[in-house]
């Protein structure tokens, strides 16, 4: 008996859940999260030179 029997059955509900499109769902722009990233991170910098 093979220990991975099903593995594919099993991760098929997983892969059509996610591939489903929701309407309810928050859709952020990836460049928004990295201008967000950016931003913060240059506003630690500044902070931080600002205690030193």
Do not use: K, W
């Not at 099903?6 to 952020?28: C, H, K, P």
């Amino acid at each position: 008996m093979s220990s991975d029997s099903g593995g594919l059955m099993s991760s098929a509900g997983l892969v059509r859940y996610f591939d489903a499109e929701d309407q309810n769902t928050i859709r952020i722009d990836p460049r928004t999260i990295v201008a967000f990233g950016m931003l913060f991170g240059l506003l630690m910098l500044v902070l931080n030179a600002m205690v030193v």
